[in-house]
């Protein structure tokens, strides 16, 4: 099994910078993809930033410019550098991984338990 634990949430004004972490461990095998995904109240989940074992990422267009992914793949861990930050960020945030356990036969999707970020006006 894998786990996620993510760390960094918080309350900042607006134009203010946070900085999410989220640290994998367990039995890891291999991790794939790495990202971070947003939930709002009454909103669906969506895609924040991914990061991919290569080193390619992608980003929501909405934080292009003000978010960066980032990754140290030897602690297994992947950060989210939250720069002017806007109210309409306020979101629960999770951290994701594509990753196969040791015990294991395939790669399986990983969530954190989600990490509140509020964006205050």
């Known amino acids: 099994q894998v786990q996620l634990v993510e760390s960094g949430g918080g309350l900042v004004q607006a134009g203010g910078s946070l900085r999410l972490s989220c640290a994998a461990s367990?039995?890891?095998?291999?991790?794939?993809?790495m990202a971070w995904y947003r939930q709002a109240p009454g909103k669906q989940r969506e895609l924040v930033a991914r990061?991919?074992?290569?080193?390619?990422?992608n980003y929501l267009d909405s934080v292009k410019g003000r978010f960066t992914i980032s990754r140290d793949n030897a602690k297994n861990t992947v950060y989210l550098q939250m720069n002017s930050l806007k109210p309409e960020d306020t979101a629960v945030y999770y951290c994701?991984?594509?990753?196969?356990?040791?015990?294991?036969?395939?790669?399986?999707?990983?969530w954190g338990q989600g990490t509140q970020v509020t964006v205050s006006s």
């Open positions: 994701y991984t594509h990753a196969i356990a040791n015990a294991d036969s395939r790669f399986r999707d990983y």
């Open positions: 367990g039995s890891i095998f291999r991790i794939n993809d």
């Open positions: 990061l991919t074992s290569g080193g390619s990422t």
